[in-house]
């Protein structure tokens, strides 16, 4: 590897003493050096600083190739920090790094929190939805916020997620010396006061949380009726076979509720649906599940559509799907790949029945019944059998 043009500095909070020699020698030895106002101040950049665009953008960084550059980032700039965001477009010994003390490091260290048993959040510019798939009984996190105002926000949301005993530490300034940690809980919280930066940890108390089994209740899900019902939505999900980083096609995704808990599983899921009130459904379910990073809706014919997503690894058809549409999954979809379909109308069972036969894999008939009144007494009442078919193509 050769000399690297790209040095990732990360900064202390308020203090460029506290850098320890290479950094500092990295810095007196840049031409261009990106960062905030403040780290440009603290390190005096004078006439070789350049403020960190807004919107922001690592386009100009890029373009200094070939000359001696330094970016400033606070804390570890691998751990939500700017590196990610710089590496992805460059090789492997064009950067080097030089990183401080994460925010993350601070505040486990003033609470006495091991970090190996705490999740770290960047919600910078996130929303605070996607923490609730971390929400469980007596976990704890630690989150980076976006300003002064976002610790009350926060509170309130666990507040109304069923948390509004959490404790929560809110951390300003950690590192400098205006580190300040006050401590309150969630409900309680009525702090006006709070500087920026800030991260804030919450200890949550029991109670809390979404199952982590599949098959979360159906009144979690926005939905017009057309839903994979609960006991059903479990058995596919474990045909699916969900891991971390794979890529669901959910075609005929009706409410979403199979893409949401594939996601919620650690996957990314890509949803189609003909219809656009019920396309709606996913997006509103996506977002209230913070999702919307995760799962991508597309309203249409999907045989139209599936042509230029992502290679899935997994494949669910809920509304039982077409010959042509079929084709065009066995076409299209990579050698390995998952396929679940499900259906309740006696030509879906033909059809899947047929394809079961030309192509092996599981046929499984899911036969129901709950108890509901009848007359003074209770009897059972039977739902539409499913037929599932999995397949591995």
Not at 7 to 14: A, E, R
Not at 101 to 121: I, N, Q
Not at 340 to 366: F, P, Y
Not at 369 to 379: I, N, V
Request: net charge negative; proline share 7%.
């Amino acid at each position: 590897m050769g000399d690297p043009w790209l040095s990732i500095v990360g900064m202390p909070h308020d203090s460029a003493a506290q850098l320890p020699p290479a950094s500092r020698a990295a810095i007196d030895a840049a031409e261009v050096i990106f960062g905030g106002p403040r780290h440009l101040d603290l390190v005096n950049a004078g006439g070789r600083g350049a403020p960190w665009p807004v919107p922001f953008s690592v386009g100009p960084v890029l373009a200094a190739k070939g000359r001696r550059v330094v970016v400033l980032a606070s804390g570890d700039p691998f751990w939500f920090g700017a590196g990610g965001s710089l590496s992805a477009h460059l090789d492997p010994g064009e950067w080097c790094v030089l990183p401080a003390p994460s925010t993350f490091s601070w505040v486990a260290g003033a609470l006495g929190w091991r970090l190996e048993d705490v999740t770290c959040h960047g919600l910078h510019a996130a929303p605070l939805a996607q923490l609730r798939a971390v929400l469980a009984p007596e976990a704890r996190f630690i989150c980076l916020l976006r300003d002064g105002a976002a610790p009350a926000e926060l509170a309130q949301w666990l507040t109304q997620e069923g948390a509004g005993q959490a404790r929560i530490h809110v951390c300003e300034r950690m590192g400098g010396a205006e580190q300040r940690v006050r401590e309150t809980t969630a409900q309680a919280y009525d702090l006006t006061d709070v500087a920026d930066p800030v991260a804030v940890a919450v200890a949550l108390p029991a109670g809390v949380g979404l199952p982590r089994s599949c098959g979360l209740p159906d009144d979690l899900f926005d939905h017009d009726g057309q839903i994979t019902k609960r006991p059903v939505r479990a058995l596919t999900l474990s045909a699916l076979a969900p891991r971390p980083g794979e890529v669901l096609w959910d075609v005929g995704a009706g409410s979403g509720s199979i893409s949401v808990e594939w996601c919620l599983a650690g996957g990314l899921a890509v949803a189609f649906e003909q219809h656009e009130a019920r396309a709606d459904n996913i997006i509103r379910n996506a977002s209230q599940f913070g999702l919307s990073h995760r799962l991508t809706v597309h309203h249409g014919d999907a045989r139209a559509l599936i042509a230029d997503r992502p290679a899935p690894d997994a494949v669910f058809v809920g509304g039982g799907g077409s010959d042509a549409l079929f084709g065009a999954l066995f076409d299209i979809s990579p050698r390995g790949t998952r396929l679940v379909a499900n259906g309740v109308t006696l030509e879906t069972e033909a059809r899947l029945a047929r394809l079961h036969g030309e192509r092996g894999g599981s046929l499984l008939r899911i036969e129901l019944a709950e108890a509901a009144p009848l007359g003074r007494l209770r009897g059972w009442q039977a739902a539409r059998p499913v037929v599932q078919w999995s397949v591995v193509l």
